[in-house]
């Protein structure tokens, strides 16, 4: 059992709220899994008080669905959920992304040049594995998002949005030349960013998300002989 060292209830809740939505964003808790409070509980060694808040916060990132006479599970968005998520991104990030070429300093360009080089040096990256997917200011979106100057935007991007989007970046990064693919997308998009031209910032931003969008449409149709396969073999 993993035992959680924190001073009071609202502490314990904090940790173990990051500590569960960093498994579900990283798939270790896969999506659809039914949530156990007692399984929690036992695993993150907290009681039920703190583990319920926490879970209530979850539901509030959209990361866990609460299902009438069944209880919590962990998201799992349908195809056409995910691509309304998608056109959702392609359209306000699209706008973050040329409000950004607008009023980012040039600071904050070096630094997310900056960004771009650690990204290139990830592990999985250069084994064409995955590509880097920490949060927050490591996350070249975010830094983009936060970069455009409009509260409510970031706020509607990077509030009860992010997470659910972060865990189905991660699920599709690893997708075959796609890392390479959106890492020379990024360069692009930079490139416009730097040179404060705010409607190609916003055009290749809007074409890197359908792209995504694209990526995930093909993993369904290739999915789905398999799921037609496994009817035939249940029936």
Same mark, same amino acid.
């Given at each position: 059992?993993?035992?959680?060292?924190?001073?009071? @209830?609202?502490?314990?809740?904090?940790? =173990?709220?990051?500590?569960? #939505?960093? %498994?579900?964003? #990283?798939?270790?808790?896969?999506?659809?899994?039914?949530?156990?409070?007692?399984?929690?509980?036992?695993?993150?060694?907290?009681?039920?008080?703190?583990?319920?808040?926490?879970?209530?916060?979850?539901?509030? #990132?959209?990361?866990? =669905?609460?299902?009438?006479?069944?209880?919590?599970?962990?998201?799992?968005?349908?195809?056409?959920?995910? $691509?309304?998520?998608?056109?959702?991104?392609?359209?306000?990030?699209?706008?973050?992304?040329?409000?950004?070429?607008?009023?980012? @300093?040039?600071?904050? =360009?070096?630094?997310?040049?900056?960004?771009?080089?650690?990204?290139?040096?990830?592990?999985?990256?250069?084994?064409?594995?995955?590509?880097?997917?920490?949060?927050?200011?490591?996350?070249?979106?975010?830094? $983009?998002?936060?970069?455009?100057?409009?509260?409510?935007?970031?706020?509607?991007?990077?509030?009860?949005?992010?997470?659910? =989007?972060?865990?189905?970046?991660?699920?599709?990064?690893?997708?075959?030349?796609?890392?390479?693919?959106?890492?020379?997308?990024?360069?692009?998009?930079?490139?416009?960013?730097?040179?404060?031209?705010?409607?190609? %910032?916003?055009?290749?931003?809007?074409?890197?998300?359908?792209?995504?969008?694209?990526?995930?449409?093909?993993?369904?149709?290739?999915?789905?002989?398999? #799921?037609?396969?496994?009817?035939?073999?249940?029936?």
């Amino acid at each position: 059992m993993q035992v959680i060292e924190a001073q009071d @209830s609202e502490t314990l809740s904090e940790n =173990v709220f990051r500590r569960i #939505q960093s %498994a579900i964003v #990283q798939g270790e808790i896969p999506p659809g899994s039914k949530i156990s409070e007692p399984e929690l509980a036992r695993t993150y060694g907290i009681s039920r008080g703190p583990l319920r808040e926490a879970i209530h916060r979850l539901e509030g #990132q959209r990361l866990l =669905v609460r299902i009438p006479h069944v209880g919590a599970r962990v998201v799992s968005l349908s195809q056409q959920e995910l $691509i309304e998520l998608y056109e959702i991104r392609e359209s306000l990030e699209g706008m973050a992304c040329r409000l950004a070429a607008e009023r980012m @300093s040039d600071a904050d =360009v070096a630094e997310l040049r900056r960004l771009l080089d650690v990204h290139e040096q990830d592990a999985a990256f250069q084994a064409g594995v995955g590509y880097y997917q920490q949060e927050g200011d490591f996350d070249f979106h975010y830094r $983009i998002i936060q970069g455009s100057g409009n509260t409510t935007l970031a706020q509607m991007l990077c509030g009860e949005m992010y997470q659910l =989007v972060r865990m189905y970046r991660l699920q599709f990064s690893a997708t075959p030349n796609r890392p390479r693919q959106a890492f020379a997308e990024h360069h692009r998009i930079l490139d416009a960013i730097e040179g404060r031209d705010g409607e190609l %910032a916003e055009l290749l931003m809007r074409r890197h998300i359908a792209a995504s969008k694209r990526n995930i449409a093909r993993y369904f149709e290739s999915a789905a002989p398999t #799921q037609s396969s496994k009817k035939r073999g249940e029936s």
